[in-house]
């Protein structure tokens, strides 16, 4: 079975998709792409992803008031990319290079 953007529903905003399930301009490619892979190949590339970040021992250190030594925890990366325009982008960098 494929995954289809119709079948796709959330409650708050998505930067893949319209509140009308469609493909935003931006997320077109991306969204097509992953549209025609299968749920099997779906779950193959999330399995190697959380592989390779398990094999190549990428983490990051949680600590709290009671553990001083803190605990390592796998880092959390999602195989879907996070697409950010232009427009949004030029933003950002405009507020990390401003000289406080």
Do not use: C
Not at 37 to 60: H, R
């Amino acid at each position: 079975m494929k995954f289809s953007w119709n079948n796709y529903s959330t409650t708050t905003f998505d930067e893949y998709v319209t509140p009308q399930s469609r493909l935003r301009v931006h997320s077109k490619k991306i969204g097509t792409f992953l549209e025609s892979l299968s749920s099997k190949e779906l779950n193959e590339i999330n399995t190697a992803t959380k592989s390779v970040i398990q094999s190549m021992g990428i983490s990051f250190r949680v600590f709290s008031d009671d553990d001083h030594e803190g605990q390592d925890r796998a880092w959390p990366l999602d195989f879907i990319p996070r697409i950010i325009r232009l427009r949004e982008w030029s933003e950002v960098e405009r507020g990390l290079k401003t000289k406080s």
